[in-house]
């Protein structure tokens, strides 16, 4: 069965945005992407610092609510469909419910044929680069390292720590069937 998605998932400022623009360039046939960010984007701003929405604490934890998990899975069937309707798919996302987000996803995808992509990256590392882009809320890299992986059954994991993105996404390519 040919691969129809490719999903990563890390914490913020793994690496994953970069690996996802590599891996376009180099697979062969055109893949689109579509990232967790581009999702929170698109909601409304009332959404934000909302209890039925999402919130992100000083300390950079995220928090979601009923609704932005009603528009989450709308958007994931979304995503899906255009795989199902030919599309090949790059998702870039964060599993701040670790397994419980997985298996969001895996009711989704049903029989679809998956890529599954941990990407790591050692906290330290992730937070200079939160420092540097200066988009993210401080301490968001750190708290996400770890806790987006607990549980997640992954085909591949790549560590961005000290591997480029190119790099990164020539192995993940020649994992795609």
Known sequence: MLTRMVILNGGSSSGKSGIVRCLQDVLPEPWLAFGCDSFVDALPAKMQASDDGFDIAADGTVTVGAEFRALEAAWTEGVVAMARAGARIIVDDVFLGG??????????????SVLWV????????????EIARGDRARGMAASQADVVHEGVFYDLKVDTTHTESLVCARTIAAHIN
């Not at 397994?99 to 679809?112: E, I, P, V």
Request: hydrophobic share 35%; net charge positive; with cysteine.
């Open 99 to 112: 397994t419980a987000s997985q298996r969001r996803w895996q009711k989704a995808l049903g029989d679809l």
């Open 118 to 129: 941990g990407v790591t990256c050692e906290p330290e590392v992730a937070a200079g680069r």
